[in-house]
T-cell receptor, first 110, second 114 residues
Framework: DAKTTQPPSMDCAEGRAANLPCNHSTISGNEYVYWYRQIHSQGPQYIIHGLKNNETNEMASLIITEDRKSSTLILPHATLRDTAVYYCIVPSGGYNKLIFGAGTRLAVHP | DTAVSQTPKYLVTQMGNDKSIKCEQNLGHDTMYWYKQDSKKFLKIMFSYNNKELIINETVPNRFSPKSPDKAHLNLHINSLELGDSAVYFC?????FGAGTEAFFGQGTRLTVV
């Protein structure tokens, strides 16, 4: 899989935007960028994915750089319930085979 | 209704026993997966089935045998359980195996081998 690099941890104040970066410099032209999160003791939860264009849904926005070598997940108004480990994943080969790394542990504080 | 449901949620058993974990999805998806999360918290894919056919087998010991009676179910049977099998096992499903679709995960089965 295309290797992704994420900071191990980040902090964010409640109500502020959380911007989680991800580097995927070896990404190929047809590979998607996915974001999942895992809240303590729960199953991973899908957040968003994109190929080339920026994407937005009810949970978050995904900003992909023009060269596609990096992306940023934005949680516009973080809440305490957004405290979780966030995974940036780039499955390879055109298949939906998710390889999870260590992710970024986001702590949202009051 | 729970989209991907696993049973049991907790399983404590002795070494050498055989146990099964069941998974069902009511999303009409074609593809199902098993993942293992060990004590170090890394999630690793074990198996994937697409329309009841095995498409991924990630070098898992053959004591682990997935079975898919239909595309809504993917069960995991483990023979001769070992201490190192203790982990949380997650089932997941996606509409198909191609890129560009999201996966939905169950809440996990915490297996403890004593």
């Amino acid at each position: 899989d295309a290797k992704t690099t994420q900071p191990p941890s980040m902090d964010c104040a409640e109500g502020r935007a959380a911007n989680l970066p991800c580097n995927h410099s070896t990404i190929s032209g047809n590979e998607y960028v996915y974001w999942y999160r895992q809240i303590h003791s729960q199953g991973p939860q899908y957040i968003i994915h994109g190929l080339k264009n920026n994407e937005t849904n009810e949970m978050a926005s995904l900003i992909i750089t023009e060269d596609r070598k990096s992306s940023t997940l934005i949680l516009p108004h973080a809440t305490l319930r957004d405290t979780a480990v966030y995974y940036c994943i780039v499955p390879s080969g055109g298949y939906n085979k998710l390889i999870f790394g260590a992710g970024t542990r986001l702590a949202v504080h009051p | 209704d729970t989209a991907v449901s696993q049973t049991p949620k907790y399983l404590v058993t002795q070494m050498g026993n055989d146990k099964s974990i069941k998974c069902e999805q009511n999303l009409g998806h074609d593809t199902m997966y098993w993942y293992k999360q060990d004590s170090k918290k890394f999630l690793k894919i074990m198996f994937s089935y697409n329309n009841k056919e095995l498409i991924i087998n990630e070098t898992v010991p053959n004591r682990f045998s997935p079975k898919s009676p239909d595309k809504a179910h993917l069960n995991l049977h483990i023979n001769s359980l070992e201490l190192g099998d203790s982990a949380v096992y997650f089932c997941a499903s996606s509409p198909h195996f191609g890129a560009g679709t999201e996966a939905f995960f169950g809440q996990g089965t915490r297996l403890t081998v004593v």
